[in-house]
Structure formats: C-alpha cells, structure tokens
C-alpha cells in the first residue's frame, strides 16, 4: 500500500516539475484567468487517473518512474500546444487560403479576442495573376466571382443569371456598360440575398450582361460598398461586415 502512495505522490511531483519546467520556458503560456483555470482542470484529471493507476498497480520503482515520465510528458505537450494554438491556426489558414483561395475564409483567431470575434470578417487569397475570386451565395445558389472595385456594380453573366432562375430572354437590356470587349447592353435586377461567408446584404443591386459578354460575373461597388470595410495587401482582400 505504501509503495502504491508513493508511486501516485511519485507522479504528482513529476506532473509539478513538469508545469514549473513549462514556466520557465514559455512564461506566458499562462498568463490569463481562463488559462490558469484550464491547468488546475488538467492536473485534477491527470492527477486522479494517474493516482488510480498507480494505486491498481504493483511492480518495479524502475517502471513507476517511467509511467510518471509519461503523464508529465503528456502535461507538458497539451500545454505547449495550447499556447502556441494562434500559431499553428493561423498556419491553417494559410494553408487553406493557398488551397482554397476562392473559398471565403473567417478571420484567424488572435491572442486575446474571444471566439466571435471573428465573425463578420472574411479573407479572400489572391490567385494566380493577382486577382481575387470569391465564392459566393446568391439567392441559394452558388455563384463564383471576380471582385473588382473599379467595377460600379455587381454584374452577372447570363449563365449565372440562368442558374439563379432569370430568363435573359425576358429582361429589359436598357443599360449601356463597358466591359473588357467593349461596350454591351446589361439589365437591372436585385439580389434578395448575397452571402459570402459570414456577410451578407440583402437586395443587392446587380446587372445581367447581353449573351456572351461577360464570361466571369463580377463583384462590385453595390456590394461592397454595403459592407463594413474592405482591404487588400499581401495577396489577401478582408472583408469586414
């Protein structure tokens, strides 16, 4: 039986030295209430399944020594990670953003920032070329576009218009615009709803180009200029709600 208390206090002065040890190298992995709060958590738990091992277990002092080597390793490692956990997201999010640039991503979380913190803002990865395209929700349907701020208006090919259910046949091609081929015909319509992630605007001015006179419907000034803020830099565009 004293063997058995030994091995469980055994493990709780390695699982001791082993937070100091974490102090000392990375001295503000613990700095906030919650954080303090989530160690005394992980060292009961720990602390109370090592216990119950060592006391259901009789051998060596050789072989005790080790299991307390382990636990105290796995302290130390969920630690580590846990204070480095901005980093490694915000390596995540550039992975994906290289991936998946067209795919909206929320912000990476930051030191500090609660978790809705993030929501409302969006990043977009720049593809090859430099430009930015987003992936975006209209009415339901899925929609790709080219963000362009030099464009006035949201503008729509006549093959997204289809697959958002308009008929290019029955609208009214009254609007003189300017494209990359040069001047065409477009028709006004609104948006019920525009959603790229965690924005969206409703009712949402947009244009349908004439029949093969925009081969990428385009994200403009209509709505942008509805949401909080945009910027671009480094190959990333944000945009806030």
């Given at each position: 039986m004293l063997?058995r208390?030994?091995?469980?206090a055994?493990?709780?002065m390695?699982l001791?030295g082993?937070?100091?040890?974490?102090?000392?190298?990375?001295?503000?992995a613990?700095?906030s209430?919650?954080?303090?709060?989530r160690?005394v958590?992980?060292?009961l738990?720990?602390?109370?399944t090592?216990g119950?091992i060592?006391?259901?277990?009789?051998?060596?002092?050789g072989?005790a020594?080790k299991?307390?080597l382990v636990?105290?390793?796995?302290?130390?490692?969920l630690?580590?990670?846990?204070?480095?956990r901005y980093e490694?997201?915000?390596?995540?999010?550039r992975?994906?953003?290289?991936t998946?640039?067209?795919?909206p991503?929320?912000a990476?979380?930051?030191?500090g920032?609660?978790?809705p913190?993030s929501?409302?803002?969006?990043h977009?990865s720049?593809v090859?070329g430099?430009?930015?395209l987003?992936?975006?929700?209209?009415n339901?349907t899925?929609?790709?576009?080219l963000?362009?701020?030099?464009?006035?208006?949201?503008?729509?090919?006549a093959?997204?218009?289809?697959?958002?259910?308009?008929?290019p046949?029955?609208?009214?091609y009254?609007?003189?615009?300017s494209t990359?081929?040069?001047?065409?015909?477009?028709a006004?319509?609104?948006?019920?709803?525009?959603?790229?992630?965690s924005?969206s605007r409703?009712?949402?001015?947009a244009?349908?180009?004439?029949?093969g006179?925009?081969e990428?419907s385009?994200?403009?000034?209509?709505?942008?200029?509805?949401?909080g803020?945009?910027e671009?830099?480094?190959?990333?565009?944000i945009?806030?709600d």
């Amino acid at each position: 039986m004293l063997n058995r208390l030994g091995l469980a206090a055994t493990i709780l002065m390695v699982l001791t030295g082993g937070v100091f040890l974490l102090f000392q190298v990375f001295p503000g992995a613990l700095s906030s209430q919650n954080e303090q709060i989530r160690l005394v958590q992980g060292l009961l738990v720990l602390s109370l399944t090592g216990g119950a091992i060592a006391l259901g277990w009789s051998g060596s002092a050789g072989l005790a020594i080790k299991q307390a080597l382990v636990w105290s390793g796995a302290l130390i490692a969920l630690l580590t990670v846990y204070s480095y956990r901005y980093e490694f997201a915000a390596m995540g999010y550039r992975v994906a953003g290289v991936t998946l640039p067209t795919v909206p991503l929320p912000a990476a979380p930051q030191p500090g920032a609660s978790a809705p913190s993030s929501h409302g803002v969006v990043h977009l990865s720049a593809v090859q070329g430099g430009h930015f395209l987003a992936d975006a929700s209209v009415n339901g349907t899925h929609v790709r576009f080219l963000v362009d701020t030099g464009a006035s208006i949201v503008a729509l090919s006549a093959f997204d218009a289809r697959r958002l259910g308009l008929d290019p046949q029955e609208l009214d091609y009254n609007i003189t615009v300017s494209t990359a081929n040069g001047q065409t015909r477009a028709a006004s319509v609104s948006l019920d709803e525009l959603r790229i992630g965690s924005i969206s605007r409703s009712q949402v001015p947009a244009l349908v180009v004439s029949e093969g006179a925009l081969e990428q419907s385009l994200l403009g000034m209509t709505f942008l200029n509805l949401i909080g803020s945009f910027e671009m830099g480094d190959g990333v565009l944000i945009l806030r709600d």
